[in-house]
């Protein structure tokens, strides 16, 4: 039994899917598993990161766990907690989703989010390997509004460059840890083959789709007010922004070659998740 949590989400999803095709006996977590939408023979299990006792009963007779814990600034013990309550049921390998820039004192808070949970890891005594994926590619579905509207989008992170990853690729890396234990002790910083910036991303949507995708270059005054708006706390509104600062000045500027070597493949291209993903833009 392999326990997935964060079932419904980006990358977890796509675990779950991906799984299920190999024939692996999947548990599901999810906190309303009714509406969760899995492949069939996938069990399902009610749960939150943030409850112990239902994460513990989730990880009851499984043998591998992809944790899923940190969504804002107030869940790292928590996610240390995912580690605690793995051991305690008896599952001997981990795969926890973190992120790129982890513990970069640049990246301010923001960069101690998921070190909790990476210590934990580390000192756990499982088998355990950490995923550090960079901006996923499917960042740009919050782009879908307006390029059906044909009005410019809006832009969070400047001119910042990242090695913008195919999340299919994160959770094909997630899969083959939590099958395999050659991956065990490896931290991965997954990135796409190249950088891009959001214009440049832009441009090939704009390739794909043929017709334009003009930006909006969000001020900083206009970047705050837009995540408090959206219901952020003003302190996770603030670790937003010393983010969105950090990607700026060059710091997520960067290709690796990790990809390639837990899978055997190249990763994907931002054009091939777009032209895979073109129905998100033009339906509707």
């Known amino acids: 039994m392999i326990l997935v949590m964060g079932a419904t989400g980006t990358i977890g999803s796509e675990v779950v899917r991906q799984l299920a095709a190999r024939g692996e006996k999947v548990r599901a977590l999810s906190r309303d598993p009714a509406t969760a939408r899995v492949p069939a023979g996938v ?15 989730a990880m009851a007779g499984a043998e591998a766990a992809f944790l899923v814990g940190v969504f804002g600034p107030d869940d790292g013990a928590h996610d240390r907690g995912l580690v605690e309550a793995a051991t305690a049921a008896g599952v001997r390998r981990i795969v926890k989703l973190s992120a790129i820039g982890t513990g970069d004192p640049r990246l301010g808070v923001f960069g101690t989010w998921h070190l909790h949970g990476e210590e934990a890891a580390r000192a756990s005594g499982l088998q355990w390997t950490l995923l550090r994926p960079s901006a996923f590619a499917s960042n740009t579905l919050s782009w879908v509004p307006a390029v059906r509207e044909g009005t410019p989008a809006p832009n969070m992170m400047g001119a910042g460059r990242q090695g913008v990853v195919d999340p ?27 950088t891009l910036g959001a214009h440049e991303q832009a441009a090939v949507l704009a390739d794909v789709l043929g017709r334009p995708v003009p930006l909006h270059d969000l001020s900083p005054q206009e970047r705050r007010a837009q995540l408090l708006a959206a219901g952020l706390s003003e302190d996770y509104a603030d670790g937003l922004m010393v983010t969105a600062r950090f990607i700026q000045e060059g710091g997520n500027d960067v290709v690796t070659g990790d990809v390639r070597e837990a899978l055997g493949r190249p990763a994907r291209t931002y054009r091939q998740w777009a032209e895979d993903h073109t129905s998100a833009f033009t339906r509707g």
């Open 168 to 194: 299919r690729d994160v959770a094909e890396t997630a899969v083959a840890a939590l099958l395999d234990a050659r991956h065990a002790g490896r931290t991965y910083t997954l990135t796409g083959p190249e």
């Open 43 to 57: 069990e399902t299990a009610t749960g939150h990161h943030r409850d112990r006792a239902s994460v513990e009963a």
